[in-house]
């Protein structure tokens, strides 16, 4: 697992790249429609579904190659193509410098329904400080107890940007550990909009309190409206229609 030590505003923490839902909650929601579960002989890892045959995931998930398929409640889908942004450095973590930490993948056939895509963010203007976000993804419950592939979500407040291109999330309500953890790489941040779920980031990073722990103190998202033109491109090169 990618390591990533930054200076967080108000709290020291131990950052690593981002797994399960830390105090979160399963069961029905309206995100899992669009959130989807990675698998593969070296990670699992979250995404979510943009178009019937596209999932967004984080690119550290998938940069060192690897036979990757979305599961699905139908059976899994294979990935045919992986295409990860060419401005992300492998070394991002390790350098502490910022790179916009996404993939796309192309699917072997169309998500079933329920699944559908999910509407992208295209406002490039940084959200205000403390405006919420729903994180969803399939990682650990608990840190460190390897079970993965349970839908989770939680809810969390913007703490402020990272290199102009990803936002710091944290707890909110009091609450002193909820976040991102092993697993949830690739998940989706989202804001509702006239009660629609709209996806506003990718999951990239998480921070804990060390030693003890690398999650639920912070989780980074990658913002979507900045990376909206490569994402328009990329599904266009591919083939795929974006709703």
Not at 53 to 60: G, P, R, S
Request: hydrophobic share 40%; net charge positive; with cysteine.
């Amino acid at each position: 697992m990618l390591r990533f030590v930054l200076m967080v505003a108000a709290c020291a923490a131990a950052i690593s790249s981002a797994g399960a839902i830390i105090g979160g909650s399963a069961g029905e929601h309206g995100a899992q429609q669009h959130t989807v579960f990675l698998t593969s002989r070296g990670q699992d890892c979250s995404g979510t579904l943009i178009a019937r045959d596209l999932v967004i995931t984080a690119a550290h998930c998938v940069v060192s190659g690897g036979n990757f398929s979305m599961s699905t409640s139908a059976g899994s889908i294979a990935v045919t193509q992986v295409v990860v942004h060419p401005a992300f450095r492998r070394d991002t973590y390790e350098t502490h410098k910022p790179s916009p930490d996404v993939a796309i993948l192309k699917l072997a056939s169309p998500a079933p329904r329920p699944l559908r895509p999910a509407r992208l963010a295209t406002d490039k203007a940084f959200p205000p400080r403390g405006i919420s976000f729903l994180i969803a993804g399939f990682g650990e419950a608990v840190e460190g107890d390897r079970r993965v592939g349970t839908f989770r979500t939680v809810q969390l407040a913007n703490a402020g940007t990272t290199g102009g291109i990803m936002l710091r999330l944290t707890p909110t309500g009091g609450a002193r550990t909820a976040g991102s953890c092993t697993g949830d790489s690739g998940g989706s941040a989202y804001r509702s909009e006239s009660n629609v779920l709209v996806l506003y980031g990718v999951i990239a990073w998480a921070g804990g309190r060390p030693p003890a722990s690398n999650c639920g103190v912070v989780t980074g998202i990658v913002l979507i409206a900045n990376q909206i033109e490569w994402i328009r491109a990329t599904a266009k090169r591919l083939g795929s229609q974006l709703d």
